[in-house]
């Protein structure tokens, strides 16, 4: 079971798609934050999760969020994907899964896939919206919705 609503985002660094280091500590008590969880880049799924994140990107913005999507492909991957598909939002690199395995997200599909899951947090730094589903479609939506109810 991952983590709940309530629960305090875990503290973590991880290097972005540009190299450089994305400590959490920067965010915690200062913005909503939106942190995705996906399988891995250029897939069919994870490309229209990503794109949807971009899409509504600055609506998220506008309610004072950052985005963050966070796999366990490397930083240079994600640089590529990033450009490839002109996503304004941080693309952590957990090479090692070791803030996967923070945020207790589970394999999906016989143990096989990484998960997919997305967390929204106020920006008091606790969980306000918890969605695990392998469908990329309703991540998005569902953050959006949790972030303009708790303000």
Do not use: I, M, S
């Given at each position: 079971m991952g983590l709940r609503i309530?629960?305090?985002i875990p503290e973590f660094t991880l290097n972005d798609q540009l190299g450089n280091p994305f400590n959490v500590k920067q965010y915690l008590g200062k913005k909503p934050l939106v942190i995705f969880f996906y399988p891995k880049d250029y897939t069919p799924g994870c490309t229209k999760e990503v794109c949807s994140f971009r899409d509504s990107y600055e609506e998220f913005t506008d309610l004072g969020a950052e985005v963050i999507g966070i796999s366990a492909d490397s930083e240079t991957t994600h640089r590529k994907f990033a450009a490839s598909y002109k996503l304004p939002f941080l693309l952590l690199a957990d090479t090692d899964k070791k803030v996967r395995k923070l945020f207790k997200v589970e394999n999906s599909l016989f143990n096989l896939l990484?998960?997919?899951?997305?967390?929204?947090?106020?920006?008091?730094g606790n969980i306000i919206m918890v969605f695990n589903s392998m469908s990329a479609s309703d991540h998005m939506a569902k953050a959006l919705k949790a972030l303009k109810q708790n303000l």
């Open positions: 309530g629960d305090a990484p998960g997919r899951e997305t967390y929204v947090a106020g920006k008091d």
